[in-house]
Nanobody, 115 residues
């Protein structure tokens, strides 16, 4: 069964940091490129970062230099370290396989950047 469980979101001031985690089904995690997506109110879901099984990473222009994606294959866990957060980073963050995602989406974790 495919399952993604995101955690680590919260309310943070501009310039602050958060670290998101995603526990994924082992069967799908180990063999796939994984990604972090986000969806802001009134906007489409977008892919912000992805990582190959070997650790090669790619980032959207809007987060490059501020976000770092990583994975722990032994723990079937995906991470997103977010620094220098901006109000425009406010969104629900999801993890899934990348390019393309599966049809299974977790509940996501809310990140709110506000003073």
């Amino acid at each position: 069964q495919v399952q993604f469980v995101e955690s680590g979101g919260g309310l943070v001031q501009p310039g602050g940091s958060l670290r998101l985690s995603c526990a994924a089904s082992g069967s799908i995690f180990k063999i796939n490129r994984m990604g972090w997506y986000r969806q802001a109110p009134g906007k489409q879901r977008e892919l912000v970062a992805h990582i190959s099984t070997r650790g090669d990473t790619n980032y959207a222009v809007s987060v490059k230099g501020r976000f770092t994606i990583s994975r722990d294959n032994a723990k079937n866990t995906l991470y997103l370290q977010m620094k220098t957060l901006k109000p425009e980073d406010t969104a629900v963050y999801y993890c899934n396989t990348a390019l393309p995602p599966t049809n299974y989406w977790g509940q996501g974790t809310q990140v709110t950047v506000s003073s």
